[in-house]
């Protein structure tokens, strides 16, 4: 089967130059798809056998090797990963072309990637396309390069840039490609023409100098401090994925071994990786990034059957932190935007902050100043054209009922009307307008400008019409966007609530922020918990405690313990009453050296407080190991993830795990909560929950919720499966 509609599946031929002088071509070998699949070992069986024939015909001088449809390959299908591998194996695949006596070019148009690129390398030539993408990617889904990336590119471009690029996965240009080294050419035109053009005008020449392999590797002269201090910068950023360890290892092997053993070592790497959870992980990643661009409502609206309405004109209320990211994000995929900020004084400040985001972007990128794209105005009537508000404005629903009433009178019918924000009811908001089918949630993550993640909230009353609309414009700027139904805190801040609740109970326990945040960071966070709210700042969860009449002393005076006959830790509040918001005021759950410092310090102010705070109360501390700690946190939520899908909230797992590797820093080689359950095994997340609910009967969120119940009594089913059991509630959308 040919599925060359698909990037990654390009499907080969083989030109062998049969006549140099009246320059004709015999298309000999065709085969569809990627590396692993049945049509996989194909295209292999295709390149070998056609190799040993231009090998043998003596009219055959030389060999292009070319993709099809404009695609050189993008690698291996991963879906087939799993497959057990039939056809000639790769690997004396590559040895073979690179072995040839003819020279063999790589026409690459399109993509190189992966398995591709390392075919590419083992070719004598290399002629680009100059808008083909060529790179090393398998270090994302968890791998190395396991076809002699590891040993050949080092030993073509050196070992600093090989590198950066097999433990970042990053794609290069045709341009940056050929400035590295990787190839040889780079053309506006036909690549196959250029690349058999310049077959035939190397015919005959030695290829000594053009087999990859046979290069001695270089050997930076400080050779271990160089790979000490890359394995120690990788660890860092890697956060406990072990690809990009691995990687530093294979290249290690090419400066150190001779490359037939440097080989051997690549293989016993790449076997290790590959049958990692954390391949499995990220490999599952990879698709649910892309399946949640396939969104469904309960009520059966779809991506495939919704049409989205053009937008060209948008208007951003408020121009706080987070309506300044959002304008700077529509500007520059080219939106024309319409910012309003009331106040004068504020207007100008914000002003001034989104052209500097601008410039600076526009100088990161190299791209043009998206100035222009921007007016300013003091007054809601300069939106009175626009295809679609995003209103940004403080988190205070009195304010923006007021806005979304002003908002439907002014602007001109069939608007559509979102607000960013990030926890309240959306149908509520809908509720102030003439036309509620035209209201939606877009909730940003800041700094919105620079997030890839973007909650597009439904309301029971939003059409599909606008629920497309919002989707497609999260995609033109850049965003990965999940489409999720509307609760207080939406997917994202409604699962943070019970983890925040649990770190917050541990303390009471006996635990410390450091402790917690310890855990938490060694699990793959970039920042634990704590030190997340001292930058977020705790005045905001402080004022929507009060706002919800959570923050009351008890009887006695004490702050209230138990609030609806449910454990409630005040200790965010009582922090909030000495002036601790966090980085901003240079003191929260840890200290700063400073108002707005960064870096967090143990603090013995805070030690004592705890230490007094349980001493009040009458609570004991104990000893809380590593796995009390994660299990409460992580289950808590993850129980947490599934009330959300069983309340048809999220259309599935991967919307979860999507949401919470970019918007909560979710370690990407974890796949997700929802995948992190599915791996640990959802009987024992289950287990646990009910152990830990046991022992704190006034926590609901231990309390297991049903879906996950019955997902463990139907035997576990993988996560892939779960839809299948999700019940579907019924909606009005
Ligand atoms: C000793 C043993 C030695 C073994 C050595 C051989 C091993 C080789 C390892 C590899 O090659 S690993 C694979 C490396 N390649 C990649 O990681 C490429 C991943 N894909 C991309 O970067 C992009 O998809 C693209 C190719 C640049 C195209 O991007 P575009 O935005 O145009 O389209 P997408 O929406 O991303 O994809 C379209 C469609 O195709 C599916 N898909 C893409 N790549 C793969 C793949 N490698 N395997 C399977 N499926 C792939 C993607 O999921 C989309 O389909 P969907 O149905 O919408 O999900």
Known sequence: MCRASLPFSATWKLYLERNSRCNVFRRIGTAGSTWWSPQCAAVRQGIVDMMHRA???????????????????????????????????????????????????????????????????????????????????????GLLPGAGGTQRLPRLIGVPAALELITTGRHVTAAEALQLGIVDEVTDQNAVDAAVKFAQSVEGKSLDARRIGTFPCPRPPDLDAVFEKVMKEVRRSARGAIAPVTCVQAVHAAVTLPYAKGMERERELFSTLFTSGQARALQYYFFAQRAVSRWSTPSGARWDTSKPRPVRKAAVIGLGTMGRGISVSLAQ?????????????????????????????????????????????????????????????????????????????????????????????????????????????????????????????????????????????????????????????????????????????????????????????????????????????????????KADGLVVPDSTGKSARIQGGRRYSPLGDLLCEQGRFGQKTGRGWYQYDKPGGRVAKSDPWLHRFLEEYRARHGLVARRIDQQEVLERCLYALINEGFQILQDGIAAGPEDIDVIYVLGYGWPRHRGGPMFFADMVGLDKVLDRLERYHQLHPDVPGLKPCSLLRKLAAGGCPPIHRWREVIQKPHSQL
């Not at 390392?118 to 070719?123: F, G, H, N, T, W």
């Open 55 to 141: 090998l043998r015909e003596p009219e055959v001088k030389s060999v292009v090797i070319c993709g099809q449809d404009g695609k050189f390959c993008g690698g291996a299908d991963i879906r087939e990963f799993g497959a057990k591998m039939s056809g000639p194996p790769l690997v004396p695949m590559i040895h073979m072309i690179e072995a040839a006596a003819k020279p063999v070019v790589a026409a690459i148009e399109g993509v190189a990637l992966g398995g591709g690129l390392e075919l590419a390398l083992s070719c004598h030539y290399r002629i680009a396309h100059s808008k083909a993408r060529l790179g090393l990617p398998e270090v994302t889904l």
């Open 333 to 545: 995929a080219g939106f024309s935007v319409v910012a309003v900020e009331t106040q004068e004084k504020q207007l100008l400040e914000a002003k001034q902050a989104v052209s500097g985001m601008l410039e600076r972007d526009a100088k990161r990128r190299g791209a043009p100043l998206a100035h222009g794209n921007i007016k300013y105005s003091c007054s809601l009537k300069a939106a009175a054209d626009v295809d679609l508000v995003i209103e940004a404005v403080f988190e205070d629903m009195a304010l923006k009922k007021a806005i979304f009433r002003q908002l439907s009178a002014i602007c001109k019918p069939g608007t559509f009307l979102c607000s960013n924000t990030s926890a309240l009811d959306i149908d509520e908001l809908a509720s102030q307008t003439q036309s509620p089918e035209l209201v939606v949630g877009m909730h940003f993550f800041a700094p919105a400008h620079v997030m890839k993640l973007l909650e597009v909230v439904y309301g029971p009353r939003s059409s599909p019409e606008a629920v497309a609309t919002a989707m497609q414009m999260g995609k033109k700027i850049g965003k990965v966007s999940v489409a999720v139904g509307n609760c207080r805190g939406f997917v994202g801040n409604r699962m943070l609530k019970p983890y925040l609740e649990q770190a917050f109970f541990l303390l009471e326990e006996g635990a410390t922020p450091e402790q917690v945040d310890q855990v938490l960071e060694e699990f793959g966070f970039p920042m634990g918990v704590f030190k997340v709210s001292d930058l977020s700042g705790l005045d905001v969860g402080w004022k929507v405690r």
